[in-house]
C-alpha cells in the first residue's frame, strides 16, 4: 500500500468549467494546502478527458501533490495521472490494481457496511466515505450517512486496517471539517468549499489548516 496524504482532497469537477479553467483552478489548490487532487468529469468525453487530465497534471508539476482520475482507469492510464479513484459501481479495485501496477494510488467510495468490508479487502491506498452530509455538488440517490453513520464505518474499517487513510465527503465546510475529523477522518474531501469560493487560494489554506488543527488525526 503506498502512503497517502489525504488531509484535504480538492476534487476538480468538470462542472465547474463556467467558472473558470480547471487546470489552473486545480493549481492553485495544490499550492495553497491540497494534498491530493482528484479529477472528476461526467459530461466530457474520453478525449477531452484526457487532454483536461494532461493540463491539470501539468499544473501540478513541482508541488508535490498527486492527481487520481474518478472512474476512469482508461483515463489515468493515458493523462499519465498518479492514480484512480473508484466506486462500487466501477472497476474492481484488483483489476484497476493490476491495470495501473502497484505505484499507482487508488482509493474506493465507502457508502455502508458492505462497501467498508469491501475496502479492508481490496487492494487500496485511501477510502472515502459519504455523502457524509447533503450536497449540491453530484446528484446521490443514496441518503447522507451522517457523523454516526460515518464514526461507525470509519471504526468498522480501523478494526481491520488502522494504516488505511480514511476521508470523509459531501457538504463539507470549515466547521464540518472539526467535526469529521474527531469523528476519526484523516482528512475531507472537498468540491464547492473550494472551487465556488470567491478565493480558491484562501478557501484552501482556511480548509487545511481546520483539518490540522482539528486534533490527532489517524
Known sequence: MNRVDYRLNAIIDGALRPLGNLAEMAGIAARSGATIIQYRDKEASTRQMIAEA??????????????????????????????IHIGRDDMPA??????LGPDAIIGLTVK??????????????YACIGGVFETLSKKNPDAP?????????????????????????????????????????????????????????????????AVDNAGDRP
Open 54 to 83: 494532461e493540463a491539470i497534471r501539468a499544473a501540478l508539476a513541482g508541488t508535490g501533490v498527486p492527481l487520481v482520475v474518478n472512474d476512469r482507469v482508461d483515463v489515468a492510464l493515458a493523462a499519465g495521472a498518479d492514480g
Open 94 to 99: 484488483e483489476t484497476a490494481r493490476r491495470l
Open 112 to 125: 455502508n457496511e458492505a462497501d467498508a468490508d469491501a475496502a479492508i479487502a481490496a487492494p487500496i491506498d
Open 145 to 209: 450517512v451522517g457523523l454516526e453513520g460515518f464514526r461507525a464505518l470509519r471504526a468498522r474499517i480501523r478494526a481491520a486496517k488502522p494504516e488505511l487513510p480514511v476521508g470523509a465527503i459531501a457538504g463539507i465546510d470549515v466547521p464540518r471539517t472539526a467535526q469529521v475529523v474527531e469523528a476519526g477522518a484523516s482528512g475531507v474531501a472537498v468540491i464547492s468549499a473550494i472551487f465556488r469560493a470567491t478565493d480558491i487560494a484562501a478557501s484552501t489554506r482556511e480548509l487545511r489548516a
